[in-house]
């Protein structure tokens, strides 16, 4: 497990800005060398996982984060028709071909300006009987009347890249297998390339079957997208601690979901362990997850009523008022650090929950022991969070969030329980921000750029812990102590000083 440098061990709890990592001798020469799969049975290729928060787990999210070895864990306020509903969607998904937006020739150009937000792509693929006729961007709408219909301003006759040359199944090589399907990314990328084009449609069989950017080849030869035996892309979701909990695990597990998480904030508590013994009485055989807890005797207790993983954090989230109204919670970093030997004591696993804002607060996560660390906020501000995309007053794009406990939500969650009396007494009660602004990092505007900048942070840490894996990873990370200036003396300085 991750040392302290000598005569650092903490005296009081600490949070990720406290700490920092310590360099080791190392022998890993590439961040490429470094393996970001995860061991706790979920099938990740990185260790990301999406919250369960209705304003950031959604279809497009869930999608596109699995894509790329993530997991979404969909709310547990989503009704059990809409999570089957999604889960289908997704898991009817290519795993490299990215799914398009889609317009016709007699679409307005307003249609289309409303729909290019939900992508990360940048243009939206005009069809006519599912084949491709053409591509519209932003920069086509400019200055046009908002009522024009779209076969006036797209670029007709576009280039389109076949399906099974991403599958390599063309100019020699087996189909399907890595090499092959490695050969034909590496084409895609040139044929984009060589045409000075960022995007395609993908065709198979002359119809539109989705999108390939120049980026996205590169990416889907970094990353092995989180699948399922049956090579789908992989989904979570959340069931709550209230109701028929085995009938709505029974639901979730028809729906086909790969991970549950049983969810609420004060997971050490009798209603969890009674939920937990409602899901393990379905006899799950997919991976089980509980909290939140902060304490070694939490993560036992859980872990002893059913949870293969304990979800580690309370308040540490951005929308999260909890310790400001009630003082309960603890440091982040310390918490991942008990929960995680006391569940490697068990032969489990923690995921951290909550409070990284920076790439390195992943690394250090993991290196305090955790399996996979959960990301909220964060991943609010971005193309493919559930919510519309707004701008303000100085043309900033932004995406509205809110905390799982905040009214908002709660008045969601119970909006179909008992009389109106007693929603609007559970209404009095809220730890939680009901309305912020999560603005679009104009560098990083989707969930795979910051997946980039994640992925990219962590495989640093690595290496410079001299650790090909998680799991070495974990036990080489040396740890240390800092003040709050020394925190700010590793922050960049964007101007001169």
């Not at 787990?57 to 864990?73: D, F, K």
């Not at 409070?355 to 906020?377: E, F, K, N, T, W």
């Amino acid at each position: 497990m991750v040392r302290f440098l000598p005569g650092q061990e903490p005296a009081h709890d600490l949070t990720y800005g406290d700490v920092f990592l310590v360099p080791s001798r190392s022998d890993v020469s590439s961040r490429f060398d470094v393996d970001l799969a995860t061991a706790d049975g979920c099938g990740t290729s990185i260790p990301v996982v999406v919250a369960n928060m209705t304003a950031v787990a959604g279809r497009r999210m869930a999608e596109t984060v699995a894509r790329r070895g993530g997991l979404a864990v969909l709310p547990q306020d989503v009704p059990a028709g809409v999570v089957a509903d999604v889960v289908a969607d997704v898991k009817s998904k290519d795993p490299v071909v990215e799914t398009p937006v889609v317009v016709a020739p007699d679409d307005t150009v307003h249609t289309v300006l409303t729909l290019l937000g939900k992508r990360a792509h940048g243009a939206a693929v005009v069809t006519e009987q599912q084949r491709p006729v053409g591509v519209v961007t932003e920069a086509d709408c400019l200055d046009v009347d908002r009522f024009a219909q779209v076969r006036t301003v797209m670029s007709a006759d576009p280039l389109v890249i076949e399906a099974e040359l991403l599958a390599g199944g063309a100019e020699g090589g087996t189909e399907g297998s890595a090499e092959a399907r490695a050969a034909g990314l590496e084409r895609a990328f040139d044929t984009l390339h060589d045409a000075h084009l960022q995007f395609a449609p993908v065709v198979r069989d002359g119809l539109l079957t989705g999108v390939l950017t120049r980026k996205g080849a590169v990416r889907s030869s970094v990353y092995a997208p989180a699948v399922d035996g049956r090579g789908r892309l992989r989904v979570g979701a959340a069931v709550g601690i209230n109701g028929d909990v085995a009938a709505k695990t029974k639901d979730l597990l028809a729906a086909g979901v790969d991970v549950l998480v049983v969810d609420t904030a004060h997971g050490h508590q009798g209603r969890m362990l009674a939920a937990l013994d409602a899901v393990r009485s379905v006899d799950p055989a997919v991976p089980v997850v509980a909290g939140n807890v902060v304490t070694a005797q939490g993560t036992r207790d859980l872990v002893a009523a059913g949870a293969d993983i304990v979800k580690v954090g309370v308040g540490p989230g951005a929308m999260c008022t909890t310790r400001m109204q009630t003082a309960v919670g603890r440091p982040q970093f310390s918490a991942v650090l008990e929960c995680a030997a006391a569940a490697r004591e068990l032969g489990k696993h923690v995921w951290a929950d909550g409070g990284v804002r920076h790439p390195r607060d992943v690394a250090l996560a993991l290196a305090a022991g955790a399996s996979q660390v959960m990301i909220g906020s964060w991943f609010a501000g971005t193309f493919e969070s559930p919510g519309d995309l707004r701008e303000d007053g100085n043309g900033r794009l932004y995406k509205d969030s809110f905390g799982m406990a905040s009214a908002r939500a709660v008045a969601a969650r119970t909006a179909g329980e008992g009389a109106a009396f007693d929603r609007a007494r559970k209404a009095l009660y809220e730890e939680g921000i009901s309305t912020g602004r999560m603005y679009l990092d104009p560098q990083r505007p989707g969930v795979e750029d910051l997946l980039d900048e994640i992925t990219s942070g962590l495989r640093s840490s690595c290496t410079y812990a001299g650790a090909r894996t998680l799991a070495e990873f974990a036990e080489r990370a040396t740890v240390g102590v800092q003040s709050a200036a020394g925190y700010e003396e590793g922050r960049p300085v964007e101007t001169s000083w």
